[in-house]
């Protein structure tokens, strides 16, 4: 019985400096981050703009697990490119919106591909809202769309995810850090931040 929990602490103590190497989900909820070279994102907003975030990673409403960050905005509001790239993606012909499983498949969304091969998805676009099209080339701070509350969505906002390979080499949800009017850092839900250009 000794030798298996002294297995399991081996694991255990394992698997925590594989996610030390990266990050653990507690320091980015906490909203620490040492040593780090990540890419630094601007927000996906104008300069300036003020905007409540409302679920952050492995937040408990919708986001269970994932790293992906949902902002709260009015209808409309513009969307910037938080990082240049090319589009890869775009949809802005729907109208539906809500809570049903139906609505999975509603959302208008734009794409972006970076230079190092990770994708990042802005969702839940108003109609017509896609204001670049799939080829174009995209620079940071760009206005390219406008939100909205399209696809598996309860209320307008602009959930925003970037995919690309961790350092183990899967392709996986990456968590972002940004350049905000509180400094250089990941954010936290449950707060305000101010778009910084
Ligand atoms: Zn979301």
Redesign the pocket.
Known sequence: MKYFFFIFLSLLNFYYCIAQEQYSIHDLKSGKFKEDSSYIYLLPFENNKKVFLI?AYDSKM??KGEL?L?FKVKKKTKICAARDGVVTGARADSDEGGLKPGNMSDGNYISIKHYDGSVAHYWHLVKNGALVNVGDTVVKGQVIGLSGNTGYSAFPHL?FEVIGYDGTGAYTQLPTRFYTNKGIIYLRPGKFYKAVH
Request: no cysteine.
């Open positions: 679920q919708s986001h992906a949902d959930h």
